[in-house]
């Protein structure tokens, strides 16, 4: 099923048709079945699905974290399927931000660092201005007096605010989140979805997957993956009013 | 301020102390070993070739049977192509020890001197120079004979006189052969004192230095004129001898061991490469997860790459600033030692700064270009997968054959038995077989070095034995001129405990080149050839030893033919014997040192064409017993019923002190090799270590996963003792092979440098069970402690670690 809406602006992401398949010792797994897809900028896209739908490989492809086995990803107008690692690592720096259920921090950088070191690598802003604006984002998520602290030094509920602050390092157009509430209690991953929705309201794009349905809720638009294919679309009547 | 990528690097060198430790050690350890090995090699050459110039070395000594005078040692420093020229007296006497056993003590008699010209001889300590009735004794030779300066001891002349006389100080004379190798000491006197023992006055012996030193045919050349001058103007010559250009009689085995270290270096070089290697991979293995983390952010491969081979020189900086002293110390040590050994002064110890550049060059560059392999392979794979939290299940063990024996479906046998988690231990060994394959490199190689090393050490003791076993008899008696043969058997078997005795003839020759150039003095002994004859053969190279009715054949030592191209193993050879020339032919080639040839050729033979028939001036004796207390009983009986009868020994050795001074030869090898065994047990031990410890600590998140499953503390520690044991035990049956061709290659250089034929080789088990041993017990330590440091973290933590 292709998830596509009458928009008049070219989408920010679009899938045409991804498949991708794992091989491993117990065979062949389909983990994308000829996925299209498009997001438009300033969308709030919930993919939800079960564990194994393929909601983490829909996110590693449009990031460019993974590579697909067929089919195109056009991300800001760039074929990122045509790219190495090289060039995905580059424009993933510049117009994506992605968050992950883990954090995946570095333990070995502060907080502040952590933060400081997407913008270290796309060599954006001087030393000092990676400073500046690292303080400015970990205000933004309510973590500034910790940034002199070790991540294994915070709570589930900080590592991902920092986590998001560590995203939106390169101010990217697109935030990609995989099951950034997972690991959080429901009243922390409450506060984090009311940060993606700020995100949202700013003119950012965000795509999300997560397995919840009720935090699905929150997104414009929702899509729901079944065994590697999009089953079922909707989309938030209000937004599109 | 930095960028936030360096305080990355910053904060892993310094962060996780114990892996920068490890693998700083296993790399400063083989850095080390690297510049130990170059310093010690540039000091002792160095200094060898300093020490020697000082000494101001003649290119060749030509001692005469009568005295001459100054007036002869003065034309002999006119003469047109000398240089100059020095005379001294030198007297075969005897010394009778603390211990009460007489030993040989060669007595140089020198007219001034504060003027030695050639073959310099030096204060060392006490007084110079020797005063009248006083002796000096040569530095090195003091614990031959176990006195100090300050000491009396008795000294008999080849006249029979005796006097009891003070060592008033030690020398230094670099010329000789040292002391404790020939097992000769070196005595120094006035010629007041020599006329004190009832000698006259007179030189037997010139040291000529010829116009071009350096030029060894020329030397030989201008020394046979001085010899020619001698017998013109009178002389008999019975010796004369050329000393290599520059070199200290010694040298061939110096040379050795400098052949011996470079290898070592070598393969302490490629130890460390692999070190380096293996613990960048590791290191990598352990990071992988956040260099996908980094590459996710936006990190390219080049910045990636960067970051890590900053901290690849990182490790190097520190692994330099501990190898560099402790090699430039462990240098001096080492080239002090043996310099002691070999007799030579080192005048400086100043590590050459090229040693310094090549430790420096090998330590930042080679682990960088070591690590660009593991790097560049883990640079490859994407950000998804380098942070795939399925990586504790992703080995991938399973697939071949090797890992379908491992996993017990097969072995009936365990089902019963409680082997589960043994062969866990197993599986876990061959998960990752990469990281297996460069960890069993690194560990073979350096199990391979240090059995290797003993093994040359077995092959030296082999090659001592081989030697020894030449002579079928326990003692051998060199007289002062020649008797009868059938009286000295007589009067030695008369001797109770002796039971077989056999005679020769020693004889000074030279070879006579195609040329009409004549070589150096070349002793040839004479053998009775026999059936029951005392000397049974020396270890045969190639052809065949003499046989009963060889008329003119002679078997020259293996390195002869090395030295001399025209000669050839069944081809003639021209020796000039009391001052004629005959033709013999080559039947053979021995295992032989090159720097005392010997020549061997038929005792019937020899005394027919020489007009001796019947004659002998050396006896072998063979005693009832052959443990050394009745050897040195029997020995001592005789020598005291020569005496009484008539008959004087100028020189007696057992075979027993003949296999102490060759052993004594090999000395500072062996030495060196056990110092290379230590030090290569540290660099293989410490790289076992590292390579077990990094590997439990990359486990670490499993460790967590089996606490979690209930598994004890112990049974964790135990699962990573025994994997480690496994590692161990095989880079150890790889090693002990291994060790078979690396120490063959290393027998083979070494021999050719010091014999001119490989040693005799000989496998060391002692030296495989010692390496079992060392690397079981390592293998335990080194996973052991992080294995414990592990199980010490809360399940939380461990699971969380990174």
């Known amino acids: 099923m292709n998830l596509s809406i009458d928009n008049p602006s070219p989408p920010l992401i679009e899938l045409r048709s991804v498949v991708k398949v794992y091989n491993s010792l117990a065979g062949s797994v389909m983990a994308l079945n000829c996925v299209s897809l498009q997001i438009f900028q300033g969308e709030f896209l919930v993919v939800t699905g079960k564990s194994g739908s393929g909601k983490t490989t829909l996110v590693n492809i ?180 | 301020m930095l960028r936030a990528r360096w305080y990355k690097v910053i904060n892993d ?33 160095e200094g060898l070739a300093e020490s020697f110039a000082a000494i101001n070395p003649s290119s060749g000594t030509v001692r005469t049977t009568e005295l001459f005078d100054e007036e002869f040692l003065e034309s002999v420093r006119s003469m047109k192509d000398v240089q100059e020229a ?114 006259p006055y007179g030189f037997n012996e010139l040291h000529v230095l010829a116009t071009h030193a350096q030029d060894k045919d020329w030397a030989q050349q201008v020394v046979n004129h001085v010899k020619d001058k001698a017998e013109k103007s009178g002389y008999t010559i019975p010796l004369s001898m050329i000393a290599e250009p520059g070199q200290l009689p010694m040298n061939d085995v110096l040379q050795g061991i400098l052949l011996l270290m470079g290898l070592l270096g070598v393969l302490s070089l490629f130890l460390s490469i692999f070190l380096v290697v293996n613990t960048v991979s590791a290191l990598l293995t352990q990071q992988k997860r956040q260099i996908g983390v980094m590459k996710a952010v936006g990190g390219s491969t080049f910045q990636i790459l960067g970051m890590y081979l900053v901290m690849v020189l990182a490790y190097g900086v520190l692994a330099l600033l501990i190898a560099i002293p402790l090699g430039m110390a462990g240098a001096r040590e080492l080239s002090s030692a043996l310099a002691v050994f070999f007799n030579f002064e080192i005048y400086s110890t100043e590590v050459p700064p090229l040693t310094i550049k090549i430790q420096v060059v090998i330590g930042l560059i080679l682990p960088v270009l070591a690590s660009l392999i593991p790097f560049i392979s883990s640079l490859r794979i994407s950000a998804a997968e380098a942070m795939s939290i399925y990586s504790i299940s ?20 365990t089902r019963d038995l409680s082997l589960r988690s043994l062969l866990l231990s197993v599986r876990n060994t061959f998960r990752n077989k990469g990281r297996l394959t460069l960890t069993l490199i690194t560990l073979t190689l350096g199990s391979a070095t240090f059995i290797s090393v003993f093994n040359v050490r077995a092959s030296l003791s082999s090659t001592v034995e081989d030697m020894i076993k030449w002579f079928n008899c326990d003692t051998m008696l060199t007289l002062d001129r020649a008797y009868r043969a059938e009286r000295l058997n007589r009067e030695a078997l008369s001797v109770p405990g002796v039971e077989k005795t056999d005679v020769w003839i020693q004889l000074p020759t030279r070879l006579v080149r195609s040329d009409d150039s004549e070589s150096g003095m ?105 443990d050394p207390v009745s050897v040195d009983a029997a020995t001592s009986m005789l020598e005291a019923h020569f005496e009484s009868v008539g008959i004087r020994v100028s020189m007696l050795t057992t075979i027993n002190m003949e296999r102490r001074d060759a052993e004594a030869s090999f000395d500072a090898i062996v030495a060196l090799l056990l110092v290379m065994a230590i030090l290569l047990a540290l660099v293989g031990g410490l ?7 990094i590997n439990v600590l990359e486990r670490t998140r499993e460790i967590g996963v089996l606490r979690a499953i209930g598994a004890s503390n112990r049974g964790v520690a135990m699962v990573f003792i025994r994997e480690g044991i496994v590692i161990g035990l095989m880079s150890w049956v790889m090693g002990a092979i291994l060790a078979i061709p690396t120490s063959q290659g290393l027998n083979q250089a070494l021999g050719q440098a010091v014999m001119g034929v490989p040693l005799t080789y000989s496998y060391s088990l002692p030296g495989m069970w010692l390496w079992l041993v060392v690397v079981v017990l390592l293998s335990i330590l080194a996973s052991f402690i992080p294995a414990r440091t592990a199980s010490r973290l809360t399940v939380r933590e461990v699971l969380a670690y990174e």
């Open chain 2, 13 to 45: 060198l310094f962060g996780n102390k114990t892996r920068t430790l490890l693998i700083v050690l296993s790399m400063s350890v083989g850095l080390f070993a690297l510049g130990i090995i170059l310093s010690a090699r540039t000091i002792l050459s």
């Open chain 1, 62 to 241: 449009i990031t460019g974290l993974d590579r697909l086995t067929s089919g195109e990803v056009w991300v800001s107008g760039s074929p990122m399927h045509r790219f190495g690692t090289e060039k995905a690592a580059r424009l993933r720096g510049g117009t994506m931000g992605v968050v992950f259920q883990s954090f995946e921090l570095l333990p070995t950088l502060t907080v502040l660092q952590n933060v400081m070191l997407p913008m270290d690598f796309a060599r954006r802003y001087s030393v000092w201005e990676q400073r500046k604006r690292a303080f400015n984002l970990l205000e933004q998520v309510d973590i500034a007096d910790h940034a002199k602290k070790q991540p294994s030094a915070l709570s589930g509920g900080q590592q991902q605010r920092l986590a998001i602050a560590r995203a939106m390092a390169n101010d990217p157009a697109i935030l990609v989140a995989d099951e950034p509430t997972g690991s959080l209690d429901s009243a922390t991953a409450a506060a984090v979805m009311g940060i993606f929705e700020g995100l949202v309201q700013e003119g950012r794009t965000v795509l999300m997957v997560t397995h919840d349905k009720d935090i699905a809720k929150r997104g414009s638009r929702t899509a729901t993956l079944v065994d590697g294919e999009i089953a079922d679309a909707q989309i938030k009547e209000s937004l599109h009013a």
């Open chain 2, 687 to 693: 790289g076992l270590m590292g390579t077990m410890s």
């Open chain 2, 394 to 413: 992703k080995g991938r063990f399973g697939k071949n054959w090797i890992d379908q024996i491992l996993s017990g479906s097969n072995l009936w046998f």
């Open chain 2, 522 to 626: 070349i002793y040839m002994f004479a053998p009775t050839v026999k059936p029951d004859s005392l000397i049974v053969s020396p270890t045969i190279a190639e052809g065949r030893w003499l046989a009963e009715g060889d008329d003119n054949a002679v078997v020259v030592p293996s390195a002869f033919l090395q030295d001399e191209p025209e000669l050839e193993l069944g081809g003639n050879i021209v020796l000039k014997v009391n001052g004629k020339e005959y033709t013999f032919k080559i039947v053979g080639t021995y295992i032989g040192m090159a720097f005392l040839p010997v020549v061997y050729a038929n005792y019937d033979y020899m005394t027919r064409i020489t007009n001796r028939i019947g004659e002998a001036d050396a006896l072998m004796i063979s005693t009832r017993d052959h």
């Open chain 2, 86 to 199: 020095d005379a001294r007296r030198q007297i075969s006497a005897r010394v009778r020890t603390e211990l009460g056993e007489w030993k040989n003590l060669t007595v140089f008699v020198v007219a001034d001197y504060d003027d030695i010209r050639v073959n310099k001889v030096s204060s060392q300590s006490g007084v110079w120079p020797p005063p009248e009735r006083e002796m000096l004794i040569e530095r090195a030779a003091l614990s031959v004979i176990g006195a100090q300066v300050g000491d009396v001891v008795l000294v008999r002349f080849p006249n029979d006189t005796e006097r009891k006389i003070l060592i008033a100080g030690s020398a230094y004379d670099p010329a000789q052969l040292p002391a404790q190798i020939d097992g000769t000491p070196y005595g120094y006197i006035t010629f007041d004192t020599l006329e004190w023992f009832g000698e």
